[in-house]
Structures are given as structure tokens and as C-alpha cells.
């Protein structure tokens, strides 16, 4: 099967229920602050995933009253000794190596985003597919409030592509917090409701999701954030003509029509 779903981290609560995989950041006396161990679980959860179709979904939260208050300050002061560009670098690709993988998983990932989420929290609920939001909710580019760039791990990517130009460009270059509901004005979050509500919203949603076929829930995905860098309408048009292609020739296309003109749910195969 290839690597392991691993249900014994330090720090991310992972729970497999059916084809959901449920992970939720475990660090809420630090307002589930990316450490160093933190990033390496993400990392090795995400890239899991690639290699796992019988997992169909997954569920991101953070425990305590916050998503992630992004990079663990703490962890690494910033009085420490100067290091090497060569340190640095290897820093900053463990974490951006996470949204990477998010991307690159062909789950959909539903993220639940309560409380803060700055900085790298921020990144993490960008790299979700959809995101709910609780009504405190505040997300922020909070990298330029610390003498970095407001540009960083994927932010810069999926922010003008999702608010626009403007809106983008007021929150990285000032650090402002987004609320949720501008948030969910903007179309960044889909719902906006207390924690309880959300948690249902996203089974839900889950739930939607798994009545599609496995090739074809796998290959929106794909084709969804593939359109984002396409070249253009052709491009993007010859990509789903082969998703369809591929879907229409699979027993699951089969019994997903049966089972639409019969009222009753699909019993997909996965071929």
C-alpha cells in the first residue's frame, strides 16, 4: 500500500473513519504553533496520502480555540545566532513542503477554521479545497509583521487567486487580519457558523463528496488546481475532455448512472 496513515503522532490527532481521514493540530497550549516536530508530521501525513485512493476525504482542524497561530516563535527565538543561507533554506522548504503536499494529495481537503490562523495557519487553510470558518475566526499574513516578506509558503500563490489583486495586496503588505465574515463575502470561506455547526456542515459536505466516483472525485480535484495555472480556456477545456474520457469508461460511471435513475446511493468499485 506504500507509506503508512500513522494514527500515533506527537502532535496531530489523526483519526480514519471509513474513507475519511480526520487530522486535527494537537497543540492547543500553543495555539497549535507549527514546530519543528508539528511540520514533519503534516509533512509525512500529507504525502501519505498520495498513495492511499481507499482514503477519499479529509477533515483539518485545529483542538483548543485556535486553527494554528502559525510558526512556534518559541521553538526559535528571534535573538538566536545568525544561521547559514543553507539552514535557512532547509527551514523554510519543511514547511513549504507541507502545502506542496496538500496540493499534490488527490483528497479534498476540508479545513475548519476557528480562531486564529496567521501566518503559516494561514498557508494551511489556503492549501485546504474548502474552507468554514467559526465567526471568530481571523486569518492573517502575519510573515511581514516579523521582518520577513508577506510572501510565503504558497500564500502569495493562492491569495490574489482567490480575493483578487487588491484585497491580496492589502493583507500581505500590511499583515492585516481578515474577519470571517469579509471572509466569507470575499468567497475565501464557503460557511461561517460556531464550531459544533461547522463540524456537522463539513460531514455534510464529506458526505456529498463521497457519492461521486473515485476517479472522478480524484481527477476534479487534479483538474481544479491545475486550471488555476493553465494557459488558457483551450487548455483547461482539453483537460476535463480527459477526465471525462477516463470516468466514462470505468464500471463506476456505470453503476453511478444505475444508481441515480434508481433513487438509491452508488456502490463504486473503484474501477
Known amino acids: ?86 539552514d535557512v533554506l532547509a527551514q ?20 475548519l477554521v476557528q480562531g486564529a490562523a496567521s501566518g503559516g495557519g494561514f498557508a494551511l487553510a489556503l492549501a485546504a479545497d474548502v474552507r468554514l470558518a467559526t465567526p471568530d475566526a481571523r486569518m492573517n499574513a502575519a510573515f511581514i509583521r516579523i521582518g520577513l516578506s ?16 487588491s484585497v491580496a495586496a492589502e493583507l500581505m503588505l500590511t499583515g492585516r487580519f481578515l474577519t470571517a465574515p469579509r471572509a466569507l463575502a470575499l468567497g475565501l470561506v464557503s460557511h461561517v457558523a460556531p464550531l459544533e455547526e461547522l463540524k456537522t456542515e463539513a460531514e455534510a459536505l464529506v458526505a ?27 487548455a483547461v477545456i482539453a483537460m476535463e475532455d480527459r477526465n471525462q474520457v477516463l470516468c466514462a469508461v470505468t464500471e463506476d460511471f456505470r453503476e453511478a448512472k444505475a444508481a441515480f435513475i434508481e433513487k438509491r446511493a452508488p456502490v463504486y468499485r473503484d474501477c
Not at 48 to 72: Q, T
Not at 101 to 111: D, F, G, N, Y
Not at 208 to 234: F, Q, V
Request: proline share 6%; glycine share 10%; hydrophobic share 45%.
Open 1 to 86: 500500500m506504500g507509506a503508512e496513515i500513522r494514527p500515533d503522532y506527537a502532535h496531530l490527532e489523526v483519526l480514519v473513519e471509513g474513507a475519511v481521514v480526520h487530522a486535527t493540530l494537537n497543540r492547543p497550549g500553543a495555539l497549535n504553533a507549527l514546530n519543528a516536530a508539528l511540520v514533519a508530521e503534516l509533512r509525512d501525513f500529507f504525502g501519505a496520502l498520495y498513495v492511499h485512493p481507499e482514503i477519499r476525504a479529509v477533515v483539518l482542524g485545529g483542538s483548543g480555540r485556535a486553527f494554528c497561530a502559525g510558526a512556534d516563535l518559541k521553538e526559535r527565538p528571534l535573538s538566536d545566532a545568525p544561521r547559514s543561507v543553507a
Open 92 to 111: 523554510q522548504r519543511s514547511i513549504r513542503d507541507v502545502m506542496l503536499a496538500m496540493r499534490r494529495c488527490p483528497q479534498p481537503i476540508v479545513a
Open 150 to 165: 508577506g510572501c510565503d509558503v504558497g500564500v502569495s500563490y493562492y491569495l490574489p487567486r482567490m480575493v483578487g489583486s
Open 208 to 234: 456529498d463528496m463521497l457519492r461521486a466516483s473515485p476517479l472522478g472525485l480524484r481527477l476534479t480535484k487534479d483538474a481544479l488546481g491545475l486550471s488555476l495555472d493553465a494557459g488558457g480556456m483551450e
